[in-house]
């Protein structure tokens, strides 16, 4: 198994989204691929309970039967809708993929 982690930092608006709009967009639409996406084993995100300098607005953290599945995943057109989106409000992004 193969977890796909991803951090990012939002920006504080976006056209006329509040920060609070832009990552419950994120949220939903990440949480959605789990549906549509077949090589999604598990899914999880949300936002940071924590703040500060350190921290990161959002958390994901997907989980694969293999590491060849994040490169399906990766392509797929439903997630490429949603990572256009977040490039647009991200501020920054941190990954990290670990085998379990």
């Known amino acids: 198994m193969v977890k796909h982690i991803v951090l990012w930092k939002i920006k504080d608006g976006y056209g ?3 920060k609070a709009e832009i990552m419950a967009k994120i949220a939903a639409d990440l ?3 789990k549906g549509r996406i077949s090589e ?4 999880e995100v949300g936002a940071s309970l924590t703040g500060g300098e350190m921290h990161y607005d959002m ?3 997907v989980t694969f039967k293999r590491f060849d599945d994040i490169i399906v995943y990766d392509g797929h057109p439903d997630h490429v809708k949603v990572r256009n989106f977040i490039s647009q409000v ?3 992004r941190a990954t990290v993929d670990i085998e379990i």
């Open 31 to 33: 949480s959605d691929l």
């Open 40 to 43: 999604i084993v598990d899914l």
């Open 59 to 61: 958390g994901l953290v």
């Open 90 to 92: 991200k501020l920054d």
């Open 16 to 18: 006329n989204m509040t």
